[in-house]
């Protein structure tokens, strides 16, 4: 059983739980992920890691609310114990010394980008952190972002906190120069970076979120096409290189049970169901 120390909502959809896991937190790197099964009949759900404390024996773990179990997650409070955490899982995040790294954080994926950036910010680079969601109230980790960071760029789609636009359009102020970007996100936005950044030759990683079963390689159900070739995105990744990634194919595979997750939020008062979103 894992214990949760603190919880915090970052925004009404968004929480973070930071849990005790001394063993995971000595081992995890940044880059990584955990798979939780919140309860004994909860069904294994992948999710990122947005710190590693290995001091204080701790990782923090951040979801959003998309079906019955991370809405059962949403519920628990500090002292309550989550079932099952497994990890760390995936490859860590190659960390080097580049030169300036852009890291683009979509919505609440700027948050598994703050052990990234803090890594390539102890490893000598500099690192510029774009910050970009719909409107200013569902911004998350700007602070932690920004105190591993030399720049910090924030932009909303309505132009409430800012530049106004998407992460693209900051994305062209600072790219002159980048020898890394690393894009963590909603799958549309990292195909739109990558499409930016391939023109300008800049290396670009992305951490891919597609449908998990297991977390091991065991499954397939994550299987991502990566320069014509297939990869498990649990044990290959979760990071790739964006201009190489099948990007219809990985939102085809993400939309697959769409149906049944509506359906399962939508009987959740009353019975099981269960959801694929990391
Ligand atoms: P969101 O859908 O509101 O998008 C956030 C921002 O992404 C937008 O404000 C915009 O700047 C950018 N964006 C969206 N579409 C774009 C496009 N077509 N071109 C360029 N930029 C675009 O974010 P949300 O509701 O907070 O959801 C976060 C998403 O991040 C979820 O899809 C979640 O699955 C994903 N996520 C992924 C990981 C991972 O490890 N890969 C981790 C956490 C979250
Ligand atoms: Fe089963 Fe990757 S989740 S092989």
Redesign the pocket.
């Known amino acids: 059983m894992f214990e949760i120390l603190g919880k915090r909502v970052l925004r009404p959809d968004?929480f973070l739980a930071r849990v005790s896991a001394p063993a995971i937190a000595r081992r995890a790197k940044p880059g990584q992920?955990v798979i939780v099964r919140a309860h004994e009949q909860g069904e294994r759900i992948p999710l990122?890691l947005a710190d590693i404390d290995v001091k204080n024996g701790t990782i923090t773990l951040?979801f959003?609310v998309v079906g019955k179990t991370t809405r059962d997650l949403a519920t628990f409070d500090v002292g309550d114990e989550i079932e099952d955490v497994v990890g760390p899982l995936g490859r860590p995040t190659d960390i080097e010394r580049i030169g300036r790294v852009v890291l683009v954080g979509?919505?609440?994926?700027a948050?598994?980008l703050y052990p990234i950036g803090r890594a390539f910010k102890e490893a000598g680079n500099e690192v510029v952190a774009i910050l970009?969601?719909?409107s200013a109230d569902?911004l998350v980790y700007e602070k932690e972002l920004g105190s591993v960071s030399d720049r910090v760029l924030v932009?909303?789609?309505d132009g409430s906190k800012g530049i106004k636009g998407?992460?693209?359009d900051a994305l062209k102020e600072v790219l002159d120069g980048a020898g890394l970007v690393m894009a963590?996100?909603?799958?549309?936005?990292?195909?739109?970076?990558s499409l930016a950044t391939k023109p300008a030759g800049v290396r670009t990683i992305v951490?891919?979120?597609p449908i998990m079963v297991d977390g091991t390689g065991m499954c397939g159900a994550c299987r991502v096409s990566v320069g014509g070739e297939t990869k498990f995105g649990c044990t290959d990744g979760?990071d790739f290189d964006g201009h190489l990634v099948d990007w219809e194919l990985l939102m085809a595979r993400q939309r697959t049970y769409l149906s049944e997750e509506k359906q399962s939020l939508e009987a959740a008062c009353s019975c099981g169901g269960g959801e694929v979103?990391?």
């Open positions: 968004v992920f990122s951040i959003m979509g919505g609440f994926g948050a598994p970009g969601a719909r569902l932009t909303t789609d998407l992460v693209t963590v996100g909603p799958a549309i936005m990292m195909k739109f970076i951490s891919l979120n979760p979103v990391r």
